[in-house]
């Protein structure tokens, strides 16, 4: 047997054992839609196991990966939980993200030849197992262009942006010409475009990481403004009033209340704020970089035609932003454990 073929085995094994196993609060077995599809599914990677067809391959493939995923979207449709409870909801998207795979590279192995060749040029669609070698072969220039976009540019950025957003909240809330002043004056400065900020902070603060944590930073700073004056507002006339009758001075209503009761809209924000980085930060440096960085990495490879370089950049940036979004949730399911949206 091939790699290709034991690549589809696992993935029915995968889906078979994530069928069999619970799934949270609704089983697939209860969800007789969710579990039809994912039958489907199943049948579907075997067909493209066991067929000689080059026809019945596209058809099963195609058949099986949608009636996957309307299945896996019926099953998320019903009660929780979808955590470390469900186990068998991610078995089973774990195989069909390996079927997903197999299913990309049997189409780019096969671009040039009649349909495929329109719907996914080799030039445009390397296959999954290139872009894991470029990673692999590649690592000793990734690493660097990552710690120069993302650990530097992003997160110094980030801190920045976000910190300035928060005590600026802070103060217009106290003072009320400033919030009423101050919003304008920042609503259009977030209205600027990041091609027209760019070329500018690299003028200002040159072409290494600095002037990309500039953008970041003038990127992130209203959306954390925004969300924390919001947060701020958000604070119950009863619970202040129940405050202030028990004699509650205006730093313990502050730390007790309005904080506690802010966190929410400012965590809300620092996700937002995760993403927005990382793109200010990749799109800054088409502005003006040294010889390093995710962005420069993009520019440069797509002028040479190396595509599966290309995308594996633009998988390490994915990746990089998917974890700094999950630990940022992780840190705000800690911080406000008590908040209504995780009560069961």
């Known amino acids: 047997m091939n ?14 054992a994530g069928l069999m196993t619970p799934a949270g609060g609704a089983s697939w077995l209860a969800n007789g839609g969710a579990f039809a599809f994912a039958l489907m599914a199943c049948a579907g990677a075997a067909l493209c196991l066991w067929s ?25 449709g019903g009660p929780g939980p979808f955590g470390t409870q469900a186990p068998g909801l991610w078995l089973f998207v774990a195989g069909w993200t390996l079927f997903l795979w197999q299913r990309l590279d049997v189409l780019a192995r096969s671009a040039g030849h009649g349909v495929a060749a329109l719907l996914a040029p080799q030039v445009l669609l390397p296959s999954p197992s ?9 690592a ?37 010409f400033l919030k009423r002043g101050v919003l304008p004056l920042c609503n259009l400065a977030s209205a600027m475009p990041i091609v027209g900020i760019a070329p500018i902070m690299v003028m200002w603060f040159g072409f290494d990481w600095q002037s990309k944590a500039a953008v970041v930073a003038v990127v ?7 969300n924390t004056l919001a947060g701020l507002a958000s604070v119950d006339a009863m619970h202040g009033d129940l405050m202030h009758s028990y004699g509650a001075s205006t730093g ?20 937002v704020n995760s993403t927005l980085a990382l793109i200010a930060a990749i799109v800054a440096e088409f502005f003006g970089s040294p010889i390093l960085g995710l962005g420069f990495r993009i520019g440069t490879e797509v002028a040479r035609l190396n595509v599966d370089v290309v995308w ?10 998917s974890v700094f979004y999950g630990a940022i949730a992780a840190i705000e399911r800690v911080c406000t454990f008590w908040h209504p949206s995780y009560r069961r």
């Not at 594996?312 to 932003?321: D, Q, S």
Request: glycine share 8%; charged share 10%; hydrophobic share 60%.
């Open 220 to 226: 992130t700073f209203f959306p954390m403004l925004v």
């Open 3 to 16: 790699a290709s073929r034991r690549l589809y085995l696992i993935a029915i094994i995968l889906m078979a």
């Open 130 to 138: 290139q872009v894991a070698t470029v990673l692999g072969n590649r």
């Open 312 to 321: 594996a950049v633009i998988a390490v940036a994915a990746l990089a932003g």
């Open 140 to 176: 000793d220039i990734l690493w660097p262009d990552f710690r120069q976009t993302f650990l530097k540019a992003v997160l110094a950025g980030f801190v920045i942006g976000n910190a300035a957003g928060f005590v600026t909240a802070m103060v217009a809330d106290r003072i009320g």
């Open 252 to 271: 313990q209503t502050f730390a007790k209340l309005r904080l506690p009761s802010a966190l929410p809209f400012v965590f809300n924000a620092l996700k």
């Open 52 to 76: 000689r067809s080059s026809a019945v391959d596209h058809v099963a493939g195609a058949v099986g990966l949608v009636a996957g995923a309307a299945g896996t979207l019926i099953l998320l």
